[in-house]
């Protein structure tokens, strides 16, 4: 379980959950879920977006997390929801994928995520984290990095195969407060109209 950042890099990570386990369960157990549920992260504040609204930091997460004021995850349902929810949802798989990136470029770059592991529980979670930490070396000063071209204005996708990692989704407990309901909506707000981008209609 890992957080990255826009560039690529790891900076949080918890090895060693059981595999069968949901990305939403390992979350809530892991030692990074707690602190964050805990309000130990010291998360900044809110902040206002260039010249639009105030709105808090956040995670960025797929349907198997639990939407928090912390996390966001998308509007559940494919069919059924309202344009403004459709380009919300496709905005935070935009941003999603930057996190899906990391961990392709990881396994690319490091052959022994092409096959199991086979070796000790410890060892593999030495192996792991040394690859993580060899990983966000090469990429400190690599700022010509881009597993798709969109980041700026272009809406063509080239992305990363990922053969080792796999994204759960539809697992785990989707129940939200109303405050992060309420933060969702915000975001999405801004997303339909001053943080419009001028594709993100016809993605939707």
């Not at 902040?47 to 997390?65: I, K, N, T």
């Not at 700022?143 to 204005?153: L, R, V």
Request: net charge negative; proline share 4%; glycine share 6%.
């Amino acid at each position: 379980m890992a957080v990255c950042d826009s560039n690529y890099k790891f900076i949080l990570t918890d090895i060693g959950a059981a595999g069968r386990q949901s990305d939403g369960g390992i979350w809530s157990r892991s030692d990074i879920g707690e602190a964050f549920a805990a309000d130990k992260m010291n998360i900044p504040p809110p902040d206002r977006v260039f010249e639009g609204p105030v709105l808090p930091y956040v995670l960025v997460a797929d349907e198997a997390f639990q939407l928090t004021t912390y996390t966001m995850r998308p509007f559940p349902g494919k069919g059924g929801l309202t344009k403004e929810k459709c380009i919300f949802n496709y905005r935070l798989s935009r941003a999603r994928r930057m996190v899906e990136c990391a961990f392709g470029i990881l396994s690319s770059q490091w052959r022994i995520y092409k096959r199991p592991i086979n070796t000790s529980i410890e060892t593999a979670r030495n192996i792991i984290k040394a690859t993580i930490v060899l990983h966000n070396f090469l990429h400190q000063n690599a700022e010509d990095i881009n597993c798709y071209s969109e980041i700026t204005n272009d809406p063509t996708l080239s992305e990363i195969e990922t053969t080792a990692f796999r994204d759960l989704s539809n697992v785990g407990s989707n129940t939200h407060t109303r405050e992060a309901s309420q933060i969702r909506s915000i975001f999405m707000d801004y997303f339909n109209n001053e943080g419009a981008i001028s594709w993100q209609e016809t993605f939707v």
